[in-house]
């Protein structure tokens, strides 16, 4: 495993954060620095992972009971009283398979063991994101329900008991 440092996200990161989100935004949603910013003040947990001093990836969770407007988390705060919400996770492609979606979904499930019952998150299933669907498959998340994200992406909606 490569060695990395994972720590808290500063302003001084959410550039690079965009960067990274816009090489995936096909596997997750469109992110500039407005809301970035947005999403950082209503996160509960947002780190970055890092080698040699660069952002080369991130998770960003929302916890329950925020005023979100994203379909997905609507869907789990209409069904689950507490949980933490995995608005989205993105490693860099040149550090795939290095183990950084792991180190950090691990980081986060030590963050949220002693806070919430619940981790809720989706993937996409149409068009598939495998990598995805490989990570949480590795965690043991279980599919609780499918819809279509604005009648465009079909996505698996997943929750993990901590």
């Known amino acids: 495993m490569t060695n990395f440092k994972i720590r808290n996200v500063s302003q001084n990161d959410f550039k690079r954060i965009v960067e990274l989100n816009s090489s995936e935004v ?13 999403l950082d003040a209503l996160a509960v947990y947002h780190k970055a992972i890092v080698i040699d001093g660069e952002v080369e990836g991130f998770l960003l969770a929302i916890p329950s009971g925020r005023n979100y407007v994203n379909e ?5 705060s209409s069904r689950y009283e507490q949980f933490h919400y995995i608005d989205r996770i993105v490693v860099s492609s040149s550090c795939y398979g290095k183990g950084l979606g792991s180190a950090l979904y691990s980081d986060l499930f030590s963050f949220s063991k002693s806070r919430v019952n619940t981790i809720a998150c989706e993937y996409n299933l149409e068009p598939l994101n495998t ?20 009648n465009e992406k079909l996505v698996s909606l997943q929750v993990k008991e901590t």
């Open 26 to 38: 096909e596997n997750t949603s469109e992110m500039d620095l407005e809301k970035v910013t947005d």
């Open 72 to 76: 997905n988390y609507s869907w789990f």
């Open 131 to 150: 990598a995805s669907k490989a990570l949480h498959l590795k965690y043991g998340f279980t599919e609780v329900g499918r819809h279509f994200v604005s």
